[in-house]
């Protein structure tokens, strides 16, 4: 049986009006705050739910009604979070924290850490912020399309100036890049993950010349998984693929979308994938990065659903999950030892296809220009040139104005490569005409932990071609369920990766890695 949204634990009768009852002493108080965290999170639920079917069923002329629906939501959702009795309650608790237990304590500070960052910036700069952020995304699409950098440098400028004043709101004595990572990454620094990103561009750098050496002299083309894959039979194979490695359909879907995404309806867990029938990787590894973070979804502990204690850590150990088993275990010979024999029943034109040349063809890397494209190695150097340049922007010691040029000199410095418009440069991602600073380090982090999550749990299970023997990674599920997802905001990332594998992030588990794939593809 799966759990539904009326049928979880510790939920109190509200009032006539739906508010939750009184407190009298710090236990029924906190008791009040978990109901409350409830309602809202349903609230959130309700509201993902339809841009889920925004996203990959709703008929296209029903947008204007759906915008208006997700609009009303939003307001309420955001009444209730900043209800002057509601933040009277979490100081109230706040205050009294030593009597509570260490779980309790952890929903507490965490609730109390996210409102006192809401509450200290002003109704109307959040609403400008919301409205600039909106257009300026509009603006982004077509200057994209039409390669018109100047059609969005004013929008750009203006966002970035917003950013900062919400930072200096949030923390006016601190750095603002500083208060705007934390909001995807609490408890990571700039300063520790400009450490971190230094090792990885000091050992990534050196393996992209390389990569790029390797690609001039002449690279085998990789047509292992090209061919002619019908869209109905890879539904089935990708489904398949997902029901093995732990993906529970009896509380999940897998759909489709153009952008792929996974979003969590309560304990009901929706992952998107999209297909190309000329390729069977495009689907296939869009499907195991969303089933990475459909695991984490539904490991995370359903008795405290709802609260802090049952949420994901942050978007880099999100996308750890993700990388995790798109990368790790997907791109792995074990992987491909399990699961070409069933590809082969299913697609005749990978018929008397070997192992190796599947395993290369997953594994294959060069520069290029698209990060989102990118392979497994250069995909981060994508990320740590964006670092750089927003920073910079943030900072104020680069003028957006001079921003495709800088993107350029850094394209060349970390890729080896310079894009011929801006469109396959400083055009080609939302993030920053979205208001989302400080955003991108996240996804090299997810590549960060992934790759120390896995050393540690080979170090515990023994290697992954044990894991994998007959396609059941139950075990390396459990492993990570036990560790990280049941542990949702107990800690802080940084924190979590110390406990789980008793040392402090660090780029050299990704590093080796990147080595070994290096040393393959050139071995060929
Ligand atoms: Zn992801």
Not at 320 to 347: C, I, K, T, Y
Request: charged letters at 25%; glycine letters at 8%.
């Amino acid at each position: 049986m799966t759990r539904g949204g009326d049928a979880r634990g510790g939920r109190l009768r509200t009032d006539a009006a739906g508010r939750c009852p009184g407190p009298a002493t710090v236990a029924t108080a906190y008791e009040r705050l978990v109901c409350e965290l409830r309602q809202q999170a349903d609230l959130a639920a309700a509201l993902r739910l339809l841009e889920w079917d925004q996203e990959t069923y709703l008929p296209a002329g029903a947008l204007s009604g759906r915008a208006r629906q997700i609009g009303t939501l939003a307001a309420l959702l955001h009444q209730r979070r900043t209800a002057p009795w509601f933040l009277a309650l979490v100081d109230e608790l706040a205050a009294a924290a030593p009597a509570l237990d260490p779980g309790r304590a952890v929903d507490v500070r965490e609730t109390k850490w996210r409102l006192d960052r809401c509450r200290r910036v002003d109704g109307a700069l959040v609403r400008e912020r919301a409205m600039l952020h909106a257009e300026a995304r509009a603006v982004w699409r077509v200057a994209r399309q039409t390669d018109d950098f100047t059609a969005l440098a004013p929008y750009l400028s203006r966002v970035i100036d917003a950013g900062r004043r919400v930072a200096a709101a949030v923390d006016g004595a601190r750095a603002p890049y500083d208060v705007l990572l934390e909001a995807y990454e609490p408890g990571m620094s700039t300063a520790a993950l400009s450490a971190l990103f230094d090792d990885l561009r000091e050992g990534l750098l050196p393996l992209m010349d390389r990569l790029r050496a390797w690609c001039t002299a002449g690279r085998a083309e990789r047509a292992a998984l090209r061919g002619e894959f019908p869209v109905r039979r890879q539904r089935r194979f990708n489904r398949l693929v997902a029901a093995r490695l732990g993906f529970a359909f009896d509380r999940g879907r897998l759909d489709e979308a153009a952008h792929p995404f996974t979003t969590a309806i309560g304990g009901d867990v929706r992952i998107t994938t999209r297909y190309d029938r000329g390729d069977l990787r495009y689907g296939l590894y869009s499907t195991l990065h969303e089933v990475g973070h459909g695991l984490y979804e539904q490991g995370l502990d359903p008795a405290t659903w709802g609260l802090p204690r049952g949420q994901a850590c942050s978007l880099g150990m999100h996308e750890s999950q993700a990388r995790l088993w798109e990368n790790h275990v997907g791109r792995s010979a074990a992987f491909w030892r399990v699961f070409l024999p069933v590809a082969q029943r299913m697609f005749p034109s990978l018929a008397g296809t070997p192992l190796e040349a599947v395993v290369r063809a997953v594994n294959d890397a060069g520069p290029s220009l698209i990060r989102t494209e990118a392979d497994e190695i250069s995909y981060n150097l994508h990320v740590l040139m964006r670092f750089e340049l927003e920073q910079a922007l943030v900072a104020g010691t680069l003028r957006v104005p001079d921003l495709p040029a800088a993107w350029r000199a850094a394209s060349a410095e970390y890729l080896g490569v310079v894009p011929r418009t801006d469109r396959d440069g400083v055009l080609q991602d939302v993030h920053w005409a979205s208001g989302a600073l400080a955003y991108f380090p996240t996804y090299a982090l997810g590549n960060v932990y992934a790759a120390q999550l896995m050393v540690a749990a080979e170090a515990a299970l023994g290697p992954l071609e044990q894991m994998l023997g007959d396609g059941d990674s139950r075990v390396l599920l459990e492993w990570l369920r036990a560790r990280v997802h049941r542990a949702g905001r107990s800690l802080r990332a940084p924190a979590l990766i110390a406990t789980v594998t008793g040392a402090p992030p660090s780029a050299a588990h990704l590093l080796r890695r990147a080595e070994e794939k290096v040393a393959l593809l050139e071995s060929a």
